[in-house]
């Protein structure tokens, strides 16, 4: 079965950092680019970024650009969301997805709802 | 940055009734490459149409998209009880990739 599986919720207090995964199973991992996608409390998607786990490289949406870091680790078939340090506003469910040349996003990690409160 | 302007902001249907969807795009979409996702509550969002035309992998005929350049429509032909959700359109050709502020479709 093809899917993204994604690590557990999270609770921090601002200031902090923070690494969040997404792991993939089931595809050629390095076949389709990882895409990362927030959704506000009650608010719409927003396209954040994606990275090219063949070759790790990575473009992002000037409103997330310097504010977060998408890796991945094609060994362990895993990408990655990362935080050096979190505000308030970072306050979100956080989904990965994947994508490949024009089928969209079609397969999608459960996602990772992010608090951040102090 | 093309912004992806959706409308209605919400639809009140019945079961079994049409539902036509819009999502008007600031700047022509490159390729066609405009997608349509239904998402409902507490679940991640599921892709339904591709290519502003093609319907992903399971997706019932009930859904089709058509449109191209600036204007795209979601078509639901007959509304089953499981259809009623949020329905966002999104722009994959052109960084940033961008998706409109969804279109909520209620049961009246």
Redesign the interface.
Known sequence: EVQLVQSGAEVKKPGESLRISCKGSGYSFTSYYI?W?RQMPGK????MGRIDPSDSYT?Y???FQGHVTISADKSITTAYLQWSSLKASDTAMY?C?R?RG?????I????TMVTVSS | EIVLTQSPGTLSLSPGERATLSCRASQSVSSSYLAWYQQKPGQAPRLLIYGASSRATGIPDRFSGSGSGTDFTLTISRLEPEDFAVYYCQQYGTSPWTFGQGTKVEIK
């Open positions: 895409s996608v719409g998607l927003e396209w473009h949406s000037p409103s989904y997805a994508l024009g089928d969209a996003f079609d999608w990690g459960q996602g």
